[in-house]
């Protein structure tokens, strides 16, 4: 399978400050990430997905405006939490689609995870 | 639309007995489903997934998942539990054509010694 890494692994910030986490595709290159977000014992939350040169697609309720994606390479997908408030403290943890044609082409493949603070 | 509900949100098993984790799914065709495992502050790591091919399938430690049609379920199970496999659980349903995953609520698997 693919590997994933994410940076960093963990972050505490100032409310009203911005974080800026990234996903890199170690292995091969993800033309399609995704962005989820994880509160204490709860289920993963699909935030968007992440195209390789176009505009993300973010599920409803997810304010675009202030989880800013980009997608500029295809190895490399970032997620900025802009102005975070301790509401924002998550679990935040990004994937990559298998490649189309293989084996794995309808499995994800998982980062580590970044464990965001909001002071 | 596709959905996934796990029945349990806790489940407590002794050390070397059984373990039954249970996943019912909804959807209009022939899914994909998976099952990860989710240690505490860890990434998910995938046990095993079932893509219209054998409906019995074995991932790894030693866990294996049946997919039944006529139920719409997924269930995991494993012969023998081992402290190690206390974690947090998810079924997933893989939505056709855009690949997003739709999660369970996930199941917190105790072993207890």
């Known amino acids: 399978g693919a590997v994933v890494s994410q940076h960093p692994s963990w972050v505490i910030c100032k409310s009203g400050t911005s974080v800026k986490i990234e996903c890199r595709s170690l292995?091969?290159?993800?033309?399609?990430m995704f962005w989820y977000r994880q509160f204490p014992k709860q289920s993963l939350m699909l935030m968007a997905t992440s195209n390789e040169g176009s505009k993300a697609t973010y599920e409803q309720g997810v304010e675009k405006d202030k989880f800013l994606i980009n997608h500029a390479s295809l190895t490399l997908s970032t997620l900025t939490v802009t102005s975070a408030h301790p509401e924002d403290s998550s679990f935040y943890i990004c994937?990559?689609?298998?490649?189309?044609?293989?084996?794995?082409?309808?499995?994800?493949?998982f980062g580590p995870g970044t464990r965001l603070t909001v002071l | 639309a596709q959905s996934v509900t796990q029945l349990d949100s806790h489940v407590s098993v002794s050390e070397g007995t059984p373990v039954l984790l249970r996943c019912n799914y909804s959807s209009s065709y022939s899914p994909s489903l998976f099952w990860y495992v989710q240690h505490p502050n860890k990434g998910l790591q995938l046990l095993l997934k079932?893509?219209?091919?054998?409906?019995l399938v074995k991932g790894i430690n030693g866990f294996e998942a049946e997919f039944k049609k006529s139920e719409t379920s997924f269930h995991l199970t494993k012969p023998s539990a081992h402290m190690s496999d206390a974690a947090e659980y998810f079924c997933?349903?893989?939505?056709?054509?855009?690949?997003?995953?739709?999660f369970g609520t996930g199941t917190r698997l105790k072993v207890l010694a």
């Open positions: 292995d091969f290159q993800a033309t399609t």
């Open positions: 079932y893509t219209s091919a054998a409906t």
């Open positions: 994937s990559e689609k298998g490649l189309a044609g293989g084996s794995n082409y309808n499995e994800q493949f």
């Open positions: 997933v349903v893989s939505e056709g054509g855009t690949y997003k995953y739709i």
